[in-house]
């Protein structure tokens, strides 16, 4: 009787840790497929401003004197227009809009970019202070500008590239 309720109770267990591991392999695979769920961005400029006057965007540093001194000099103020450099969409140039440019998948961005390294809502650029500002809006792979990786946002000066997955830009006049 007891080596009967033992192996009953075996049974259950193992019927128990086979479901579990078929359920951890449905999410792991609705995860890849779908993405983990994105943070609705604020509708405007006005509410996302908390966040911004929080961090003070810091401005990058000054790379290795390979750059000219005209580019490292220049700052982000005269920026027009965003020039892809790299990447699929490579020679594309779009004017900057008056406050904010939002760069993703997502066929809602103001900059569209398609590839497995970039997120739905990746980045934005933003008009603040007579200057471009680049924030990364928690993407998986990040935003990085000179090379460095973008955690606060943080001023773009004028031919400076920045990367998000497999697209590089600048800002020129």
Same mark, same amino acid.
């Given at each position: 009787m007891t080596s009967e309720l033992t192996l009953f109770v075996l049974k259950? $267990?193992?019927?128990?840790?086979?479901? /579990?591991?078929v359920f951890a392999v449905v999410y792991a695979l609705r995860t890849d497929l779908f *993405?983990?769920?994105v943070r609705k961005l604020?509708?405007?400029v006005d509410a996302a401003a908390p966040v911004i006057a929080t961090a003070a965007p810091v401005v990058?540093?000054?790379? $290795?004197?390979?750059?000219?001194?005209? /580019?490292?000099?220049a700052s982000s103020s005269g920026a027009s227009r965003l020039v892809?450099? *790299?990447?699929?969409?490579?020679g594309l140039e779009i004017a900057?809009?008056?406050e904010q440019l939002t760069i993703g998948r997502s066929s809602d961005s103001g900059l569209v970019i398609r590839d497995d390294y970039t997120s739905t809502h990746h980045a934005r650029l933003l008009n603040?202070?007579?200057g471009w500002v680049i924030q990364d809006l928690d993407s998986t792979n990040g935003t990085y500008l000179d090379g460095t990786r973008v955690i606060v946002p943080t001023q773009v000066p004028l031919n400076t590239p920045v990367k998000i997955g497999t697209t590089s830009f600048e800002l020129r006049r």
């Amino acid at each position: 009787m007891t080596s009967e309720l033992t192996l009953f109770v075996l049974k259950v $267990a193992f019927l128990g840790l086979m479901w /579990a591991f078929v359920f951890a392999v449905v999410y792991a695979l609705r995860t890849d497929l779908f *993405g983990q769920k994105v943070r609705k961005l604020p509708a405007s400029v006005d509410a996302a401003a908390p966040v911004i006057a929080t961090a003070a965007p810091v401005v990058a540093a000054t790379p $290795a004197p390979t750059r000219s001194p005209n /580019a490292s000099a220049a700052s982000s103020s005269g920026a027009s227009r965003l020039v892809i450099t *790299g990447g699929a969409k490579e020679g594309l140039e779009i004017a900057l809009p008056s406050e904010q440019l939002t760069i993703g998948r997502s066929s809602d961005s103001g900059l569209v970019i398609r590839d497995d390294y970039t997120s739905t809502h990746h980045a934005r650029l933003l008009n603040w202070n007579e200057g471009w500002v680049i924030q990364d809006l928690d993407s998986t792979n990040g935003t990085y500008l000179d090379g460095t990786r973008v955690i606060v946002p943080t001023q773009v000066p004028l031919n400076t590239p920045v990367k998000i997955g497999t697209t590089s830009f600048e800002l020129r006049r």
